[in-house]
Structures are given as structure tokens and as C-alpha cells.
């Protein structure tokens, strides 16, 4: 079983205040740059104290001193969930688990992004001979458990591959989810969410499907179906 995330990527506050109040029974919402740089610290404690749980995803991917204090900020806002990148190092990723420690707060690091296909994917970290992109997932899973994070961002396509590595406790959050047919717009590794959750996903993340779709509240509950 599967906990359903929605993505908030639209850049109205107030637009994200009306798609909260069209989806009752919302467990978790998304909020990334798009939104945040709109509503600011404020629309965070709005989600809180309407009973979402939040997840800030700024993927943060910069020196140790900048990435902790802003781990520290973001638990001090109350955010549930929040995403440094694996690429940012060892060091950088201990000094964020250890900001992270002792707080509410779960960080769990991004991996390879679902919009990425292999080749545009090794083309940008100069290797252009490499092909698996699996592999490389799962050397970065690695990473992370090693620096004390508390989970792994991966595509559908990973998750069994990083299971093992990752153990049990730690949670897996899936991005690049859609339903048969549905849109698959940027992204590139994807799946639908029953088998997302089948295969061991502990978080499935999913924007534009509900958010844009007529009846968000009806394919939120699906989704929430399928992932049971
Ligand atoms: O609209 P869609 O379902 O594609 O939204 C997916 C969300 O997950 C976006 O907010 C995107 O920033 C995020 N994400 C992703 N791939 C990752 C990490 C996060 O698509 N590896």
C-alpha cells in the first residue's frame, strides 16, 4: 500500500487553496518551486493547518553549510517531507540527515529525475558510453543510505531494483505516475499506480493527472484505490 502525494504545480495561491478544497481527504501536498515562490512560508502553514501533510521538494543540491541550514528552516515550518539531491555528495547529504535528525522532518534524496531517459541522463553527467541507468540508481540509493537518509526519490522502473538497498523503514517515493492512457508530458520512466505500489513504492507522486483533470476529488480516490 501506497500513500498518494499530489504534486501543487500551478502558481496561484489561491488557485492551490481552491484545488485543496475540490479534493477532500487529502493526505499530502507537493509544493515545489513553482508555488512556493508564489505563496511563500505562508500557504505552507495554510496546507498544515487545514490537516495536509506537506512535502517540499527543492531537490537542494549545494554546499553543506547552505543545504543543513536550509533542512533546519524547513523542519522549523513544520514541512513533513523534503528532497536533497544525491548528487550533491557524500558530505552534503550527511550534514542535511544530521540537520534532519531529532526533527519531524523525513529527507529523502532524488535520484535520477523521470524525466530523464538514459541517454539524456548520462549524455549530462559525462558519460555517454553508459546504459544503466538502473544501475546507477541503485549506486545512488547506496549513497544515500550511507549519509543517513531517511528514503529514496526514484522512478517506477527502479523500485525493486533499490528495495533491497534501502530496507525496510526507509520509504520510497515515486514520481512519473500515470494511469493507462493518461499523459505522460515530460516524463519518461513511468508507470501506472497499482503497479508502482505492487512493486514497492511507499509514496506515489502525482500532479498534473489530478490537478488538471476535470474532477480532480475522482481521480485522487482512484488513484488512492489503486495504490491500496
Ligand atoms: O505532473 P506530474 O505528475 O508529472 O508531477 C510530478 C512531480 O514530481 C513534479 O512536481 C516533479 O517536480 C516531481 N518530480 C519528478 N521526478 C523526480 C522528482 C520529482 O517528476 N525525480
Redesign the pocket.
Same mark, same amino acid.
Given at each position: 500500500m501506497a500513500e498518494v502525494i499530489v504534486?501543487f =504545480?500551478m502558481p496561484s495561491p489561491d488557485d492551490a487553496r481552491r484545488m485543496v478544497e475540490r479534493i477532500p481527504g487529502l493526505k499530502w501536498v @507537493?509544493v515545489?518551486p513553482i508555488l512556493y515562490l508564489n505563496g511563500g512560508p505562508q500557504l505552507v502553514r495554510e496546507f498544515k493547518n487545514r490537516g495536509a501533510r506537506v512535502f517540499l =521538494?527543492f @531537490?537542494w543540491h549545494d554546499i553543506p553549510n547552505t543545504v543543513s541550514g536550509a533542512v533546519r528552516a524547513a523542519a522549523d515550518l513544520g514541512v513533513d517531507l523534503a528532497?536533497v539531491h544525491t548528487l550533491g555528495g557524500a558530505e552534503m547529504m550527511a550534514a542535511a540527515a544530521k540537520a534532519a535528525s531529532g526533527c519531524d522532518l523525513r529527507l529523502v534524496g !532524488?535520484?535520477?529525475?523521470?524525466?530523464h531517459t538514459s541517454q539524456g541522463y548520462f549524455d549530462s553527467v559525462g558519460r555517454p558510453e553508459s546504459s544503466d541507468l538502473t544501475g546507477e540508481v541503485v549506486r545512488l540509493a547506496r549513497a544515500a543510505v550511507a549519509a543517513g537518509l531517511g528514503g529514496l !526519490?526514484?522512478?517506477p522502473l527502479e523500485i525493486q531494483a533499490v528495495r533491497p538497498v534501502l530496507g525496510a523503514g526507509r520509504w520510497i517515493v515515486v &514520481?512519473?505516475?500515470?494511469r493507462a492512457g493518461s499523459d505522460p508530458? =515530460?516524463?519518461h520512466r513511468t508507470a501506472d499506480p497499482a503497479s508502482a505500489a505492487r512493486a514497492g513504492a511507499t509514496h506515489l !507522486? !502525482?500532479?498534473? &493527472?489530478v490537478?488538471q483533470a476535470a474532477d480532480p476529488a475522482a481521480v485522487y480516490q482512484e488513484i488512492c484505490a489503486s495504490a491500496a
Open positions: 504534486a =504545480d @507537493k515545489g =521538494d @531537490k528532497t !532524488v535520484s535520477v529525475l523521470t524525466s !526519490v526514484a522512478s &514520481p512519473g505516475i500515470r508530458g =515530460d516524463q !507522486v !502525482v500532479g498534473r &493527472p490537478t
